[in-house]
């Protein structure tokens, strides 16, 4: 039997038969059943209405017999209908159910209770129905022995006939005066329907069969046998051959057509991509050969099964071998074995491993492993991959040496060193040189920012600069203990792949700072030395104005005259205001010669310059040299230290004044003049002087700005004037430079514009 269900499992032509023939047997017996219900109840409709036709006429035969009440008569007409064929009884009733006529003479004169069928139906109300339905005058019954009978009931209604003359014996009130039960036997009418249903059931069979047999064979024709080349072409392909079987069902415009069409698309598509596979499989195995690491297969007993080109370079293991062997050439396998965790554990692992090679060096690499498992998910192999880390491992030490060596050079390096977050200048780190010079610990720098160690006037420049500038010269920080003093800085941006670092540097400058403003007093004193001369001209004319003034009052005194008032008046003004210009200039010369502590300021060049050339004026005009004024006007300010500024125009009028002094001493015909120009330069203020003098030797033009340098005679300079100026225009984030031009020497000074 389970063979059998299996079988039927198994063929397609099975199951569509099955299902074919179950729809059709299940339509032959509906059919059947519907024509043999349609027969039985078509026969019984005709039979019951035979049967209601012929009791009505025999009512109506039996009219005039009951009007004459002729009783021989109606016995016997009831009793020839009862001889007739089907017909079982013929009973008459009257109201009050006691049988009147009959074929059976036993029943004569019986009474029949209201509960008998031909009495309920009228009697189940009150009043008794007077008209019934032809369904209710019928009744299907079997008797007592079983025979199929049927019984129709004809009412016998009153008529003028029985109420009226002659008969006058039924009252015209009384609408039913009784009734007449015949009864039909329809056992042969039975057999007759049962022989027609035997006939339908056979001829059913037939029809069945004759169909089944058909459809089987078509469907063999049609469908199996195709089928059945479509799946020999089919296994054919599976184990690699060729097949043309199915050419001519490709062919047919059916469905099983297509199919072959679809089969045949399928099939080129299958030799294609299996073409793309094998083509895959040849690549991945030349990449699994030419990969540049050791990888190897190995069973659960850690034997190699499979194993790359570089592995048997490397090894040269053979098949069976243990890895531990072929690896690191010992007899028992690691302690630490990343193959025998993922065999233990089913997943991936990596570690690091090392030997120690004939040559007594070692050798590391990284070791990979990962499962492989059977169609069950249980790992039956491991492949493991080695990449060799030596030259890296070998890096590493040189790397981690490296960092020892830098780090010690970052700790003593002279300068202090910062490592700042760049977003929030947060300290990160520092070198121990920040401990001498800060007087702070490392650990209670980092985390602090760092403008908790600039001094708070200077936070708005730092804020704008730190971010914007690589250099940031005299810083005013402070130390732990409070103390100031004076750093420049250095900075550069550094970024890894998360975070951007900024670097500071900063060297303290403040014994320097010191030591250059007395070098700068000590240049403005040399100065002020060289401008003795000029100053006491400068102050001998208001001295002689007041000297005559005074002589004349004391003459005039002593003689005893008196003096005019307007001659007075004159006087004394003269005298006031030569006292106001002798105390003007001395009053420059002492703010000039004063050491102050100043910042910059917002400074007019051309104002500076005025200044400058007012202690000078007349030592110029009276060594005959001529002064051009070249000013530009509406200049925009420069920041700068008012005196300092001054003092570098200083310095450039006098190394002019003793160029051109040389030049009138050795009695050059043109005149010696200075020129002074400014101009504005995009963003920034351009200062010229330049004279008419020998120019500066070219061999010496790169020299003039360093210290104690000069081309002046012995004891006429002391060569800091240009080292200073050169010193003080920097700070000033300008720039200085001397060039010989086509007769005598121009120095030009650039300086930035205080708005840029």
């Known amino acids: 039997m389970l063979g059998l269900i299996m079988k039927i499992r198994e063929s397609l032509i099975i199951k569509i038969i099955l299902a074919t023939g179950t729809i059709l047997l299940a339509s032959t017996l509906l059919l059947i059943y519907m024509s043999i219900g349609f027969v039985n109840e078509y026969t019984l ?22 009007l004459r009440n002729n009783r021989g008569d109606i016995n016997q007409t009831i009793q020839k209908v009862a001889q007739f064929h089907h017909v079982e009884s013929i009973r008459v009733y009257n109201k009050e159910g006691e049988v009147k006529f009959t074929n059976k003479p036993d029943e004569l004169g019986t009474v029949i209770d209201k509960s008998h069928h031909a009495c309920k139906v009228c009697h189940l109300q009150d009043p008794p129905k007077t008209n019934l339905t032809f369904s ?46 015949m009864v039909f036997n329809f056992e042969v009418t039975d057999a007759a329907v049962s022989d027609y249903r035997n006939q339908l059931i056979f001829l059913g069979t037939l029809v069945f069969m004759a169909a089944s047999f058909c459809i089987f064979l078509g469907l063999r024709q049609l469908i199996t046998r195709p089928l059945s080349v479509l799946t020999q072409c089919s296994e054919a392909i599976a184990h690699g051959r060729e097949s043309r079987a199915a050419r001519e069902i490709i062919k047919r415009p059916d469905e099983l057509g297509k199919l072959a069409r679809s089969h045949e698309s399928m099939v080129n598509a299958l030799h294609l991509q299996q073409d793309i596979i094998n083509e895959k499989r040849e690549e991945f195995e030349l990449l699994f050969d030419n990969v540049p690491c050791v990888v190897t297969v190995q069973d659960l007993d850690y034997k190699l099964l499979e194993y790359n080109k570089e592995s048997r370079e490397r090894f040269s293991p053979f098949p069976g071998a243990y890895c531990y062997e072929a690896y690191k050439g010992i007899d028992e396998k690691c302690e630490e074995c990343p193959v025998e965790r993922t065999f233990e554990t089913g997943v991936a692992h990596c570690s690091e491993e090392s030997r120690r090679n004939p040559d007594g060096t070692y050798s590391h690499w990284i070791v990979h492993t990962a499962p492989i498992m059977d169609k069950n998910g249980k790992v039956t192999k491991a492949m493991e991959m080695c990449l060799d880390i030596t030259e890296r491992k070998e890096l590493e030490e040189k790397l981690k040496e490296s960092e020892k060596k830098y780090h010690t050079i ?57 971010r914007a500038f690589t250099a940031i010269n005299q810083v005013k920080s402070i130390r732990k203990d409070g103390e100031q003093f004076f750093v420049d800085m250095m900075l550069a941006v550094s970024e890894d792949s998360n975070f951007e670092y900024l670097l500071v540097s900063t060297t303290d400058i403040t014994e320097r700072l010191e030591a250059e403003q ?21 102050l001998n004319q208001p001295l002689t104005v007041i000297k005559s003034a005074s002589n004349y009052f004391m003459k005039k005194v002593d003689q005893g005259q008196p003096i005019p008032e307007e001659t007075l008046g004159t006087l004394a003004r003269e005298v006031d205001s030569y006292v106001d210009r002798a105390t003007k200039i001395i009053s420059h ?5 004063r050491q102050v502590d100043q910042g910059n300021e917002l400074v007019n060049v051309n104002e500076s310059l005025n200044r400058a050339f007012t202690l000078l004026r007349k030592q110029f005009s009276s060594r005959g040299i001529d002064t051009r004024w070249e000013l530009a006007g509406n200049l925009p300010p420069v920041m700068a230290t008012p005196d300092q500024l001054e003092q570098v125009f200083i310095n450039l009028f006098v190394n002019a004044r003793d160029e051109l002094e040389d030049k009138t001493e050795s009695g050059v015909s043109d005149t010696a003049t200075i020129t002074v120009r400014t101009m504005r330069e995009g963003n920034d203020i351009v200062i010229q002087v330049e004279d008419n003098g020998r120019g500066i030797p070219e061999d010496l033009v790169h020299k003039i700005f360093e210290p104690f340098f000069t081309t002046k005679r012995v004891g006429k300079g002391t060569g800091l004037g240009l080292s200073i100026s050169y010193g003080l225009i920097k700070d000033f984030g300008g720039e200085i430079h001397a060039e010989n031009q086509e007769q005598g020497a121009r120095f030009t000074i650039k300086l930035p514009m205080a708005e840029s």
């Open 136 to 181: 209710e005058r019928t009744w299907n019954f079997q008797s007592k022995s079983g025979e199929h009978l049927f019984s129709v009931q004809v009412p016998i209604s009153n008529s003028p006939e029985c109420s009226g003359g002659p008969c006058h014996y039924h009252p015209a009130d009384n609408e039913i005066l009784g009734t007449m039960d």
């Open 518 to 538: 007395k070098l700068f007093h000590a240049g403005k004193m040399a100065t002020l030395g060289e401008m003795a001369t000029g100053v006491a001209h400068e």
């Open 45 to 66: 409709a005709e039979r019951i209405h035979t049967a209601d036709m012929m009791g009505n006429t025999i009512k109506l035969g039996l009219h005039d017999s009951m």
């Open 589 to 593: 010369m002492r703010e000039f010669g």
């Open 410 to 466: 970052f700790n003593n390096v002279p300068n202090s060193i910062f490592v700042l977050a760049n977003s929030t200048l947060e300290i990160v780190d520092c070198n121990t040189t920040v401990t001498q010079v800060y007087g702070w610990d490392r650990k209670d720098l980092i985390g602090r920012s760092f403008m908790s160690i600039v001094h708070e006037d200077e936070n708005e420049r730092m804020q704008s600069q730190m």
